[in-house]
């Protein structure tokens, strides 16, 4: 105990590999987590993906091999949207939240045997899917909110 696990790869400082982060990620934006502006992303002198919000003062890094890996599948499965109303902000990273978290579920999916199931695997999987079904929920209770009243 107290040990660090020194056989583990560490996933400090590391790249994709410039060549294939680059090609993936030129000419791509990505959701400000706050407004919901596209940001262009744009690689540090290190090979590492980020963006910067001017309107919100934010700055957001990529870092680590899984963090750039799934940054990179989403902005190939395109499942994000990018709102520029105010009134479809939350919407909008609900949504964009809900597609992350399906990406997710495939990914642990993926890793499930076919033929020995692993249970701590099943709950995880389980987990996202009941956070999709609340985040569902939330961005159905938002919509009701919004939708104009009939007139009579």
Excluded: W
């Excluded at 910067?52 to 499942?79: D, H, P, W, Y």
């Excluded at 709102?83 to 990914?107: C, E, F, H, W």
């Amino acid at each position: 105990m107290g040990e660090l696990d020194r056989g583990r790869e560490r996933n400090i400082n590391v790249t994709l590999g410039q060549q294939s982060q680059g090609s993936a990620l030129e000419g791509k934006v990505f959701p400000c987590c706050i407004c919901s502006a596209n940001l262009d992303i744009r690689l540090s002198k290190r090979g590492k993906p980020y963006c910067t919000c001017v309107q919100c003062g934010i700055q957001i890094f990529f870092r680590g091999k899984v963090g750039i890996r799934r940054l990179i599948e989403i902005l190939k499965s395109a499942n994000l949207s990018q709102g520029t109303a105010l009134d479809t902000v939350p919407a909008t990273i609900l949504y964009n939240r809900i597609a992350q978290m399906r990406s997710q579920r495939k990914q642990l999916q993926e890793k499930q045997g076919l033929i020995i199931h692993d249970p701590d695997l099943e709950n995880a999987i389980h987990i996202v899917d009941n956070e999709i079904k609340y985040v569902q929920g939330e961005l159905q209770q938002l919509s009701r909110k919004h939708r104009p009243e009939k007139i009579k």
